[in-house]
């Protein structure tokens, strides 16, 4: 991996932002998450002529440059450019010539303070001929000390398969499966994460693939790409969800149980009633026969929901709940990699035995080499 250092100014940094040279990776990177108070802090160290943090550049494979480290000092330069935030005069150490600028916005500043900000040099890296893992492991070792989310890890290793990601991610959000319809945003690459794990599952086949932080890192640190049947299968389930997700906007998801219902979705995109399932699902009490049955997998995929997302117990399971619900709500076919003897076991379990628990039955019956599989 080369890095070829130089010293750009602020205002043309802040000018290749604006005309799309540079790109800040809003949706892929962490996010916006500096506070105002924290970017008012970087334009005092800036005024104060001190020196802050190199930037580090990723010039891609498609030769655009993205921010692989610094997102956060770049977005505050281009926000107070941009008179989003104005200058506090009161950080320690009390300074009186920053304390004269209290309140100001940069349209407000005279022409020597503008140019002062203007020309402060930020020494920035721009990395070239780089393995997949190389920007990964640079951006770990810079982060070593903030807490990062797998897929804020992830983010960083370059290669086809990530490029395939961040394009999946854009179509779901494209198509409605956002901050607005599922209850969380894609702050600290959530949407990423769960993406990705969807992917390992599809390409395993399997559901009981270990999708710990390791395993799916150590699938996109290869940086192949998926295969272009899996991804059309993965645009085909996105796009079956938002639909059967229209018809409950008003139900709020997490991480663990969105994973579920897009593998549930996954299985057999032709499923008669998916369209409505989900929101049959989320309404749906238990009648007749199975009705205790019905509201105990609910409250076991409930419950299982918030656990861990990786955790393949509760991925097994989960898709389990959602498979008796269906299969106890429709009179029609299962898909062939679902088990409907497991099911019917697990029923049977429940309807002749008062002394054990659904989940109980689950820990049983339900296992990797029972459950699971995609073929």
Request: aromatic share 12%; proline share 4%; charged share 30%.
């Amino acid at each position: 991996m080369k890095l070829t250092p130089s010293e750009p100014d602020v205002e043309t940094l802040v000018r290749r932002i604006e005309d799309g040279d540079i790109d800040l990776q809003p949706d892929f990177q962490r996010q916006e998450v500096w506070s105002r108070s924290k970017k008012r802090k970087l334009i005092d160290t800036i005024l104060r002529n001190w020196s802050i943090p190199p930037i580090h550049l990723v010039r891609t494979h498609s030769g655009e440059l993205e921010v692989l480290d610094g997102q956060q000092r770049l977005t505050a330069m281009r926000d107070f450019f941009r008179n989003d935030f104005s200058i506090s005069g009161t950080i320690e150490p009390l300074d009186s010539t920053i304390q004269s600028l209290q309140g100001k916005f940069y349209r407000d500043l005279e022409p020597s303070i503008r140019r002062q900000i203007q020309t402060f040099p930020i020494r920035c890296f721009t990395l070239t001929d780089f393995r997949p893992d190389e920007p990964s492991e640079l951006f770990y070792r810079l982060n070593e000390p903030t807490m990062l989310t797998a897929g804020e890890r992830r983010n960083a290793l370059y290669g086809d398969s990530r490029d395939q990601l961040k394009s999946l991610v854009d179509y779901m959000v494209s198509i409605g499966l956002d901050k607005t319809t599922l209850g969380f945003s894609n702050s600290r690459l959530a949407y990423d994460d769960v993406i990705a794990r969807l992917l390992i599952f599809i390409e395993a086949k399997d559901l009981s693939e270990k999708s710990t932080e390791s395993k799916v890192s150590e699938r996109f640190r290869k940086g192949d790409a998926f295969s272009k049947e899996l991804i059309v299968r993965v645009e085909v389930t996105l796009d079956e969800f938002s639909r059967a997700k229209a018809q409950a906007p008003s139900i709020r998801l997490n991480k663990a149980n969105f994973l579920s219902w897009l593998a549930f979705y996954s299985r057999n995109p032709s499923q008669a009633h998916l369209e409505d399932f989900f929101a049959t699902y989320c309404n749906a009490k238990g009648r007749g026969e199975t009705h205790h049955y019905i509201d105990e997998a609910k409250a076991v995929f409930d419950d299982r929901s918030r656990l861990r997302v990786a955790d393949v117990s509760s991925v097994l399971f989960r898709d389990f709940c959602l498979w008796f619900v269906y299969r106890y709500t429709y009179d029609t076919a299962l898909p062939h990699s679902v088990s409907k003897r497991v099911i019917e076991n697990v029923h049977e379990d429940i309807s002749q035995r008062d002394d054990i628990t659904f989940e109980y039955s689950l820990q049983q019956r339900v296992y990797p080499e029972s459950w699971g599989s995609f073929s």
